[in-house]
């Protein structure tokens, strides 16, 4: 557990008391802070429990507002209003963080897309590292000394944490890409890339920023951030070969123009998106001067969820890629593949299937389900792809791998049946995760009918 001994003598109110939420409690209460809590779904006789209405306002230095609950977008909960009203700080465990280690040095990780897996990989890379924000476990949770100069901590933060951090100083900053997402908690799109720019730190404050310059928004910022004497930009592309930056290039990873070496080895990282988050942990090793092993990259197994191997059966290949919960994630996915049977389906983003006919030619059939069904078969056959609507998850698998077995028994050709939602699980699902596993479920008890013999992965 993170000491927050620098805080003792502050007061703060902790709203949402999920993982990081107790997290933070148990850490604050430690150091000796005075803490109070809330939240909507809690039972009131928990210690400390006050609600909004209640609390004295005047005497808190800081609201910890979990970062699922919205402060402005669609609708700020009360207790940031009252926050505000009161010139309280909104702030989340991140910036206690912060605030307890002010030695140590901190790589901030954004984007829209890979940044789990950018953060993972780097941790895989450099194990003495501390991981932690939207990936792993509560950072406050985490086993680090706040006093001991250049701890290393590898931070994910997503949109809704950059909003909330205002003592957070990322030495180093990585951002992967951006296009439209959460769009509901930040209004439209502008106010979500002005979420993701509070990872850069003020005009003439040092800093080193990894940057992928390969969709127009990401490359306007890459400009922009020229202009700053003060920070080192290092641009990274996956599109083509950039003589004053890191390219991974038809697989092939290249510094400064020069070629380092082949990346296709790297089974858990297959696709030219991870191939982005191969060219960022290159730039974030360069920077700190630690040595890039491109046998570590080929050792990463990749994170659960994300293209992740199920089983083979009969020529057909089963990979669940429920953390794709945008039409960005999912073209991505079907670029690595061909002859598809594309589960998809949840409740839709606002860019529903915008631009699938890029992959078009990969998806053999389209299986539907859940709240995204009307507006996706409307998509798709506009898009002519043809599709099959469901009510659940479990149908549109069973009948996925069904048509894909029969297909696969009259040709000699692969085919994949791939999860790729495009979608947030929460009609049906807690979270991607228990999707996720609920789709593997079903494939190997699917496949452990069959006759025959099988591969797990």
Known sequence: ??????????????????????????????????????????DPIEPDYITPEEINWSTLDGLILSPGIPHTFPRPHRTAELARAHN??????????????????????????????????????????????????????????????????????????????????????????????HLDR??????????KRKLF?????????????????????????????SKKVIPISVCKILQGGV????????????????????KGLLGIHNHQNIAAAYGVLKTLRESFSLNGVTCFKGLPHRQEYVACKENVTFINDSKATNITSTLRALSCYKNVHLVLGGIAKESGLSSLEQEKDAVAHAYVFGQAASRFSQELTEKGI????????????????????????????????????????????????????TFKAIIHDLINRQEGSVSHG
């Not at 390219?247 to 790297?266: F, N, P, R, T």
Request: glycine letters at 6%.
């Open 186 to 195: 930040h209004g439209d799109f502008q106010g979500y890339v002005e979420a």
């Open 88 to 181: 309280v700080p909104i702030v989340c465990d991140i910036d206690l963080l912060a605030q307890a280690c002010p030695k140590a040095l901190f790589v901030g990780i954004t984007g829209t897309n890979g940044k789990s897996t950018t953060t993972a990989l780097l941790h895989h890379l450099l194990p003495d590292s501390h991981m932690g924000g939207n990936i792993g476990v509560p950072v406050l949770s985490l086993e680090a000394d706040p006093e001991k100069a250049d701890e290393l901590f590898l931070l994910e933060l997503s949109s809704y944490q950059l909003e909330r951090v205002p003592h957070l100083k990322c030495a180093l900053a990585v951002w992967l890409n951006i296009t439209p997402d």
């Open 247 to 266: 390219s991974v290039v038809e697989g092939i990873l290249y510094d400064q123009g020069q070629k380092i070496g082949s990346v296709l080895e790297a």
């Open 1 to 42: 557990m993170i000491s927050l001994n620098a805080l003792s003598s502050k007061s703060y109110y902790v709203v949402g008391l999920a993982r990081s939420g107790q997290a933070t409690v148990k850490a604050l209460r430690k150091a000796g802070a005075k803490v109070f809590v809330f939240d909507d779904s809690v």
């Open 201 to 229: 730190l003020p005009f003439g404050d040092p800093q080193t920023v990894i940057i992928g310059v390969d969709d127009e928004t990401s490359f306007e910022v890459y400009e922009s951030l020229k202009k700053d004497a």
């Open 386 to 437: 043809p599709y099959s609507c469901f009510k659940t998850l479990e149908e549109a698998a069973q009948k996925a791998a069904h048509n894909a077995f029969q297909e696969a028994a009259h040709s000699t050709k692969s085919t994949t049946v791939l999860l790729s939602p495009a979608c947030s699980s929460f009609d049906q699902f807690k979270d991607f995760e228990k999707r996720g596993e």
